[in-house]
């Protein structure tokens, strides 16, 4: 087992200090069945401000369960979950809500457009539910679709729009509110080879932008892009392997471990 | 604590919940028009029934406001005849000359006098013959009048012609018959001058009524001039004087009838006021609004039970779109307060719609009838309001369920 690391970006010539955006301490979940099933066991995942991480493994693996609960869609059982230095555990169902509309954006293998609204409405729906300015909606969703290369697609309905670009709606839908977090379940499983391209491509902009991302995939070539990668089997982490990226952000992991915000060791962690 | 609360503004959620609504407009067409059809029917029910209510009302003010009726205090009500010991008292208090003394005062349009004439056990027959097969002769009422009395009734006549004082003052063995009366005695026209027997007394029938608007009994009745009835079956004195006024006349002429009819003892004479025209228009109303009601109240349910049903198949449908909610942001009182407006607004709409169908019908049905349709004003702009009532009722359970659901479950089952 490895300690876990964080980088504050790729190609930081500066050592930055690390900022934990997702701390999981001993993180379990148990599923109320007959018989209960254990979904995660313990599980101890830093995620600090920029990483790139992908988390693969089998179906049924627990991957899905790590995502809701990062993503607070679904409460852990046991240990401590803070995210941006929050304790969940402690929040209202009202306020994790909050704490998604405002910190969290989500990207969904079947990305989960509305079919009758039109795609700038699709985007514009991010920010419906944020403590913002009404203004300038509009002009944001531009922004975003922009970012995602559709800024001629903005009247259109997702019906018309080709898989990789209804993916694309999602990732702008997904940034639009500046989420602190990119939370992404599958984000390829729906494309062709070149739309996936396309989207790891964006990943990696993002990336180098400064936003931290989680993907989950079973796709290898889609978490070998990615910076850390971890292996979830039977709801325990088991793995962590480092990208080429790593290279770069060696400098910053060993500042990070210096400055005590990166921890911990132990059953299910690195 | 960082501040975290989640918001949505009034704006923001009426323009999500109506961009709801026009997802599927046929379908929110369908589902309103059940409240349009219960709120229609409650308008329309209300309105027509004011309206007819209205109108019946208005004829009965009208006849009532315009009848005088004067009888001897002791007098009883028609039916049976009166006792010796009365007619001597009426005798003394109701003369037979009441146009004489009534036409003279101002705002009468007509009167006349009726009383029952003693004809014992007289029994009435068209023609002296035996008819084994059928009934040839019958116990009828015999009624002498004076010849004003048709006026004072608003009478109108089949055929032939009412006794003028000419009759009366002769003595003339005329009657005009009851279209009752004539039916019975098989008399369909006077132009053979038609007789009929009264016991032994052979009279001429000179008429037939078609209808009277008071007195209707008369219409079974053979009528006689008073003076026939006086010389043929002794000293008789009306036992009502009924006056035909001018509208807004009656009662001045009722308070000044009793003076001008027995000036030495108006006491005795107890003079009929006009009925208070506002029981008879809460009677009509009442048994014409409790049955339609019913009807606009039990359709106006079952818009709500459609709405419900309508919003809960769209809360299941919409699973996926509650869950990319949730994950927006979205608090359980947001996703509740969606489904709410929509079918609030829908019932808001069917209220709208319904309260001008309503308000249209009644003006048809008027117009239909050429009556003045009324409706209370409060009526259509309350109905939009009871729409919205019944749109927000018919949306509390599938809201809650709505809100109920877990983000994860609702992103799973709408994938």
Redesign the interface.
């Known amino acids: 087992m490895k300690a876990a690391r964080g980088n504050a970006g790729a190609g930081a010539g500066a050592v930055e200090p690390v900022h934990p955006v997702v701390e999981l301490r001993g993180v379990g979940k148990v599923f109320d069945s007959e018989p209960p099933v254990v979904a995660l066991d313990g599980v101890n995942f830093i995620v600090n401000l920029g990483d790139y991480v992908s988390v693969v493994g089998p179906s049924g693996s627990g991957k899905s369960t790590l995502l809701?609960i990062v993503?607070c869609?679904?409460r852990h059982s046991s240990g401590t979950f803070l995210l941006?230095g929050?304790d969940i555990a402690t929040?209202k169902?009202?306020?994790r809500?909050?704490?998604?509309?405002?910190r969290i954006g989500?990207v969904?293998?079947?990305f989960?457009l509305?079919a009758?609204?039109t795609v700038e409405?699709n985007v514009m729906?991010?920010e419906?539910?944020?403590?913002g300015d009404?203004k300038g909606r509009r002009e944001r969703a531009e922004a975003s679709l922009r970012k995602v290369g559709l800024e001629s697609r903005l009247g259109f309905k997702p019906s018309r729009l080709s898989g990789g670009e209804r993916q694309r709606v999602a990732m702008a839908?997904a940034l639009v509110a500046s989420p602190s977090l990119l939370l992404c379940d599958e984000p390829t499983g729906n494309l062709d080879s070149k739309n996936t391209e396309a989207l790891l491509d964006l990943f990696d902009e993002l990336r180098a932008d400064g936003l931290t991302i989680i993907v989950i995939t079973h796709d290898e070539a889609v978490s070998r892009r990615a910076q850390r990668r971890v292996r979830i089997v039977d709801g325990i982490l088991t793995e962590d392997d480092l990208t080429v990226a790593t290279a770069a952000s060696a400098a910053t992991s060993s500042a990070a471990g210096s400055s005590g915000t990166t921890p911990t060791s132990g059953g299910g962690s690195w | 604590?960082?501040s975290?609360?989640?918001?949505?503004?009034w704006?923001?959620l009426a323009s999500?919940a109506i961009?709801g609504l026009?997802?599927r407009p046929v379908r929110t067409a369908l589902t309103v028009l059940g409240t349009v059809l219960g709120i229609g029917a409650l308008v329309a029910t209300l309105g027509v029934s004011k309206t007819a209510g209205n109108r019946i009302v208005g004829r009965f003010d009208e006849l009532a406001a315009t009848q005088v009726s004067v009888e001897p205090v002791a007098n009883g009500l028609f039916g049976g005849g009166p006792s010796e010991e009365q007619q001597q008292r009426q005798g003394a208090v109701l003369p037979w000359n009441v146009e004489d003394r009534l036409l003279r005062l101002n705002g009468v349009v007509a009167a006349g006098a009726l009383a029952d004439a003693n004809v014992g056990s007289s029994l009435v027959r068209s023609t002296p013959i035996h008819d084994p097969l059928g009934q040839t002769e019958f116990q009828m009422r015999t009624v002498a009048a004076t010849p004003g009395l048709l006026g004072a009734l608003r009478g109108t006549l089949v055929t032939g012609r009412w006794f003028d004082e000419g009759h009366s003052d002769r003595a003339d063995r005329t009657v005009v018959l009851g279209a009752g009366a004539a039916r019975r005695l098989n008399i369909t026209r006077v132009d053979n001058q038609p007789a009929i027997y009264i016991g032994d007394d052979i009279f001429t029938v000179i008429g037939i009524l078609a209808d009277v608007r008071r007195e209707a009994d008369l219409l079974n009745a053979v009528i006689l001039p008073s003076g026939t009835a006086q010389e043929r079956y002794g000293d008789l004195a009306p036992s009502k004087v009924v006056i035909e006024t001018e509208i807004g006349a009656a009662q001045l002429i009722a308070s000044q009838a009793a003076v001008a009819l027995n000036p030495n003892n108006p006491d005795a004479l107890r003079v009929g006021a006009p009925p208070d025209p506002r029981t008879t228009r809460r009677k009509v109303e009442g048994d014409v609004n409790s049955l339609f009601l019913v009807l606009g109240l039990v359709s106006l349910v079952v818009g709500a039970i459609g709405i419900a049903n309508v919003t809960l198949v769209t809360v299941l449908e919409r699973t996926?779109?509650i869950?990319?909610?949730?994950?927006?942001?979205?608090?359980?009182?947001?996703i509740a307060l969606q489904f709410l407006v929509e079918s609030t607004a829908m019932g808001l709409a069917g209220g709208i719609i319904g309260a001008s169908a309503g308000t249209l019908i009644v003006v048809a049905v008027s117009a239909s009838r050429d009556w003045t349709p009324v409706l209370d004003a409060w009526v259509p702009f309350a109905s939009p309001f009871v729409g919205a009532i019944v749109g927000l009722v018919a949306g509390l359970y599938p809201s809650l369920r709505a809100a109920r659901m877990?983000?994860?479950d609702a992103?799973r089952a709408?994938?």
């Open positions: 809701n993503g869609l679904d941006d929050i929040l169902d009202g306020q809500a909050a704490v998604r509309g405002q989500f969904f293998q079947s989960h509305l009758h609204r409405e729906l991010a419906l539910y944020r403590r009404r839908r | 604590m960082v975290i609360k989640p918001r949505l503004t704006r923001d999500e961009a026009f997802t996926g779109e869950g990319l909610r949730r994950a927006l942001g979205a608090a359980r009182r947001h877990e983000p994860v992103l709408g994938t």
